[in-house]
């Protein structure tokens, strides 16, 4: 059984905007999904090439959506004898240190 594999020459650009080649080798999987892809848009096999490695690069370095953070409430319940008005008396009664 023989595998073929899709060398593929392309120019990009470099930081200086220079033109550079590279070649690329291609899984024959990959290769078959960007000809179609070149088929189906009327792009070039290059401007394909671009498109799908921007997309992918876009997908691979999003950063990933954080989960909302919950917490749980807890019914503590209500002591009579405090004024939950005045924090400055309930803070002294939690640090045990008489307010100046």
Do not use: Q, W
Request: proline share 5%; aromatic share 4%; hydrophobic share 35%.
């Amino acid at each position: 059984m023989m595998l073929y594999c899709s060398c593929i020459d392309s120019t990009v650009l470099s930081s200086y905007h220079h033109s550079m080649r590279t070649t690329v080798t291609l899984e024959p999987d990959v290769s078959r999904r960007l000809r179609e892809l070149s088929r189906s848009r009327k792009l070039s096999f290059k401007e394909a090439l671009n498109a799908a490695l921007r997309h992918g690069l876009e997908h691979m370095l999003a950063r990933p959506k954080a989960k909302p953070f919950h917490t749980t409430p807890e019914d503590m319940g209500v002591l009579a004898h405090l004024n939950y008005d005045n924090i400055g008396d309930l803070l002294e009664l939690t640090e045990n240190t008489p307010r100046k």
